[in-house]
């Protein structure tokens, strides 16, 4: 089973701010990588796949990078909106596997 | 919209079984794979199943495996998960999640709002 690691647990951003998250493979993972957004009380919602591509709707402030083992997504200037938790989820193997999570919290 | 709507859950004593659905609409159910990812109260994200667009290909994690089983009837567009033998550490909210793919492992595109299933002893 492929281990996905996040850091950091919580990031404390003021609005306006740059945040980054980092996620990490236990082995190579290829692109085959997709971030989601979970606010408190709702389902997540999928913000990159491929590891850099945004999803429909996802504006521009986010951004995905990364390939094999080590993974980032930007957030290049946090909105009221933004905090909430955020995962990465690896689907080159069987099993999917998720990292554990940042929560991304006001400064 | 692509819409799934889970239902299903409850509050179940340990040792016994509960059925969850999803109900889908406003896509072609019959050409996507969906999952089941669940999450325990204030953890993360875990997987659970998925099955392919036709039902021919089937996976579990295994702390499930043996236990569970994924099901889809594509005329009523909706997937189903029988939930056998279930243990305290099965209590979560279960989502369905429908794959960008029809077959094989991929990402997760939309989600249901989520079924709270509680198991207690």
């Known amino acids: 089973e492929i281990v996905m690691t996040q850091s950091p647990a919580t990031l404390s951003v003021s609005p306006g701010e740059r945040a980054t998250l980092s996620c990490r493979a236990s082995?190579?993972?290829?692109?085959?990588l997709a971030w989601y957004q979970q606010k408190p009380g709702q389902a997540p919602r999928l913000l990159i796949y491929g590891a850099s591509t945004r999803a429909t709707g996802i504006p521009a402030r986010f951004s995905g990078s990364g390939s094999g083992t080590e993974f980032t997504l930007t957030i290049s200037s946090l909105q009221s909106e933004d905090f909430a938790v955020y995962y990465c989820q690896q689907y080159n193997n069987w099993p999917q596997t998720f990292g554990q999570g940042t929560k991304v919290e006001i400064k | 919209q692509v819409q799934l709507v889970e239902s299903g859950g409850g509050v179940v004593q340990s040792g016994r079984s509960l059925r969850l659905s999803c109900a889908a609409s406003r896509f072609t159910f019959s050409s996507y794979g969906i999952h089941w990812v669940r999450q325990a109260p204030g953890k993360g994200l875990e997987w659970v199943a998925f099955?392919?667009?036709?039902?021919?290909?089937?996976y579990y994690a295994d702390s499930v495996k043996g236990r569970f089983t994924i099901s889809r009837d594509n005329s009523k567009n909706t997937l189903y998960m029988q939930m056998n033998s279930l243990r305290g550490e099965d209590t979560a909210v279960y989502y369905c999640?429908?794959?960008?793919?029809?077959?094989?492992?991929?990402?997760?595109?939309?989600w249901g709002q989520g079924t709270l299933v509680t198991v207690s002893s």
């Open positions: 099955i392919s667009y036709d039902g021919s290909n089937k």
């Open positions: 999640a429908k794959s960008a793919s029809g077959y094989s492992s991929s990402w997760y595109d939309h």
């Open positions: 082995q190579s993972i290829s692109s085959n």
